[in-house]
């Protein structure tokens, strides 16, 4: 992931190693603290730091309470010691790449309802990565007779995409493995953290299938974000509904991106919101880039018939919120 601020972009050191960069001369914590100082008149740059800070690890999940001087302050330091690289290039098309959370706490949900796009582009040519072993190939579920989409076909065009596969050989090796039908069908999908188990509702086209389990190991690997969103609305670092809404939204956006980059490369973006399509081809700030996804994803997209933010407002009020 890169965010810029002002003229300059800024990534972690680790995420830069495998990209063809220009990476400006290490400034000085004094340096970068005058050129952080930019990002307190945005909104979207200060969300970018915080989302950069939180993946970079060392600070745990107190990063999302602390004050604005204090986060630039943080930066600046990571910035002196390297594990921030600040990088003066345009941003490359697609960033790398999480989601939604069903009524019953702690268990990740269906993607929100697309509305089909329109034009169809070439897809973008890709890194090969190692595959993973073909889960769905390997263990259907359907018994003899038992209607559904063909899991086979469904893994089959999966595996044509490098970027969904690498996704599926990082998840796998973590335990989580795909396991048929969904026990609730008012969802389309769904993971369980905890019994690292991905469903899909098997009255899905396989072509839907097949995306809804990239969207779904995307959900896998954001699992711990969620929890930790979780354990702060439980101890009450979060109290606030519209706050808890408003992080889980944040993956949210980043599954949905993900999903549609995905699609792009099997030439299925006819299948994708065509507002989402066009901000993950055509828009270089990763900031608003989330920002597009998320106006989509909270004015079209739909979870049990309500919109995600309020999906989740709901959720907040009947697991966290303090009973009067």
């Given at each position: 992931?890169?965010?810029?601020?002002?003229?300059?972009?800024?990534?972690?050191?680790?995420?830069?190693?495998?990209?063809?960069?220009?990476?400006?001369?290490?400034?000085?914590?004094?340096?970068?603290?005058?050129?952080?100082?930019?990002?307190?008149?945005?909104?979207?740059?200060?969300?970018?730091?915080?989302?950069?800070?939180?993946?970079?690890?060392?600070?745990?999940?107190?990063?999302?309470?602390?004050?604005?001087?204090?986060?630039?302050?943080?930066?600046?330091?990571?910035?002196?010691?390297?594990?921030?690289?600040?990088?003066?290039?345009?941003?490359?098309?697609?960033?790398?790449?999480?989601?939604?959370?069903?009524?019953?706490?702690?268990?990740?949900?269906?993607?929100?309802?697309?509305?089909?796009?329109?034009?169809?582009?070439?897809?973008?040519?890709?890194?090969?990565?190692?595959?993973?072993?073909?889960?769905?190939?390997?263990?259907?579920?359907?018994?003899?007779?038992?209607?559904?989409?063909?899991?086979?076909?469904?893994?089959?065009?999966?595996?044509?995409?490098?970027?969904?596969?690498?996704?599926?050989?990082?998840?796998?090796?973590?335990g989580y493995k795909y396991t048929g039908d969904v026990?609730?069908h008012g969802y389309s999908a769904y993971t369980d953290?905890?019994?690292?188990?991905?469903?899909?509702?098997?009255?899905?086209?396989?072509?839907?299938?097949?995306?809804?389990?990239?969207?779904?190991?995307?959900?896998?690997?954001?699992?711990?974000?969620?929890?930790?969103?979780?354990?702060?609305?439980?101890?009450?670092?979060?109290?606030?509904?519209?706050?808890?809404?408003?992080?889980?939204?944040?993956?949210?956006?980043?599954?949905?991106?993900?999903?549609?980059?995905?699609?792009?490369?099997?030439?299925?973006?006819?299948?994708?919101?065509r507002d989402v399509v066009a901000a993950v081809r055509?828009?270089?700030?990763?900031?608003?880039?989330?920002?597009?996804?998320?106006?989509?994803?909270?004015?079209?997209?739909?979870?049990?018939?309500?919109?995600?933010?309020?999906?989740?407002?709901?959720?907040?009020?009947?697991?966290?919120?303090?009973?009067?």
């Amino acid at each position: 992931m890169r965010y810029r601020i002002g003229k300059r972009w800024i990534q972690l050191e680790r995420d830069a190693r495998d990209l063809y960069i220009s990476t400006s001369s290490r400034p000085s914590r004094e340096e970068s603290l005058r050129w952080l100082q930019s990002a307190k008149d945005d909104v979207f740059a200060l969300a970018g730091l915080r989302d950069l800070l939180a993946a970079e690890g060392s600070l745990g999940r107190s990063i999302f309470l602390l004050r604005d001087d204090e986060l630039l302050r943080i930066a600046a330091d990571l910035i002196g010691y390297g594990r921030i690289v600040v990088t003066e290039d345009a941003l490359p098309r697609f960033a790398a790449p999480s989601s939604s959370v069903s009524s019953g706490a702690g268990r990740m949900q269906s993607e929100p309802v697309d509305r089909p796009a329109q034009s169809r582009r070439p897809a973008a040519p890709v890194k090969t990565p190692s595959f993973a072993t073909p889960v769905a190939e390997i263990t259907g579920t359907r018994g003899s007779g038992e209607s559904g989409f063909d899991e086979r076909k469904m893994y089959a065009i999966f595996a044509r995409s490098k970027t969904a596969v690498a996704l599926e050989k990082e998840m796998t090796k973590l335990g989580y493995k795909y396991t048929g039908d969904v026990t609730d069908h008012g969802y389309s999908a769904y993971t369980d953290p905890k019994a690292k188990e991905i469903r899909i509702n098997k009255n899905k086209t396989a072509q839907e299938a097949a995306l809804s389990y990239a969207y779904e190991l995307q959900n896998a690997k954001n699992g711990p974000h969620y929890n930790a969103i979780f354990d702060d609305a439980r101890s009450g670092l979060i109290s606030d509904r519209a706050e808890f809404a408003q992080r889980i939204m944040n993956y949210e956006a980043e599954a949905i991106e993900n999903r549609a980059k995905i699609a792009i490369e099997l030439g299925l973006e006819d299948t994708q919101p065509r507002d989402v399509v066009a901000a993950v081809r055509d828009v270089a700030d990763p900031v608003e880039r989330k920002r597009l996804i998320l106006q989509w994803a909270d004015s079209e997209g739909k979870i049990q018939d309500t919109s995600p933010s309020e999906h989740y407002k709901k959720m907040f009020d009947d697991n966290f919120a303090k009973k009067k």
